[in-house]
């Protein structure tokens, strides 16, 4: 799975908002410096998260971003799909939508398995599970096998 700069960011983004006591709009600046984000690419993705439900903004002196729900309602695969689409596609179709014949045959049902993989950890893990670090326990037993840490 490739996690693209613009998911990285948008999640980075909206954490940032997350933590703003009082849910006092975020400028973009403010959102761009404090997690050295190029501004440009940021408005486009901020954008991206208003149009998806997960933003609203408000213009003016005092005017920025604020999130559209408390961050225990917004699960991170929402981020992903809003920026990036649906969470794992094969040649541009959903796993489901795979079929192949002879020797790859099930293969269909690995790339399901996957996606399923997929939302076990991104469908039940909030913005506000990340800013306060108390992670679902089946994604902190995921983070924590051994060489869970390694690259292979």
């Not at 954490?15 to 849910?23: D, K, M, N, P």
């Not at 971003?65 to 225990?72: E, G, S």
């Amino acid at each position: 799975m490739d996690i693209s700069a613009k998911t990285d960011y948008a999640v980075r983004a909206l954490l940032t908002i997350a933590a703003v006591q009082g849910g006092h709009p975020v400028s973009a600046d403010t959102l761009a410096q404090e997690q050295q984000l190029p501004r440009k690419f940021l408005e486009s993705i901020l954008g991206d998260l208003r149009r998806g439900g997960l933003v609203v903004s408000q213009r003016g002196a005092a005017g920025g971003y604020t999130l559209a729900r408390p961050a225990d309602e917004i699960a991170v695969a929402e981020v992903f799909r809003v920026v990036a689409g649906p969470l794992a596609e094969v040649r541009g179709l959903r796993p489901h939508e795979t079929s192949y014949d002879g020797a790859a045959q099930h293969l269909p049902t690995l790339w399901v398995a996957v996606r399923a993989s997929l939302r076990d950890v991104l469908d039940e893990t909030s913005l506000a599970d990340l800013l306060s670090g108390e992670l679902p326990a089946h994604v902190r037993e995921l983070a924590h096998r051994p060489g869970a840490w390694q690259s292979r």
